[in-house]
């Protein structure tokens, strides 16, 4: 995705595929923004999952496994 990016074909994509992140290592992913997503939120960490991840701003579509 990131050559894609890269060579200016960015369909589908928001902004340029990060090299190094959860995302990358398979340990984290994104839901589109939905009336659904603050259930789906509730659900996480009975999951074992951490919903906006560790950031200074917590991404509300960010999804990851616990460290």
Do not use: I, Y
């Amino acid at each position: 995705m990131r050559a894609r990016w890269d060579r200016g074909d960015r369909t589908g994509l928001v902004a340029r595929p990060a090299k190094d992140s959860k995302h990358v290592e398979g340990e984290a992913f994104d839901l589109q923004n939905t009336g659904a997503l603050a259930k789906l939120g509730e659900l996480a960490a009975p999951a074992g999952l951490v919903w906006g991840g560790f950031f200074a701003d917590p991404d509300p579509v960010h999804f990851q496994m616990r460290r």
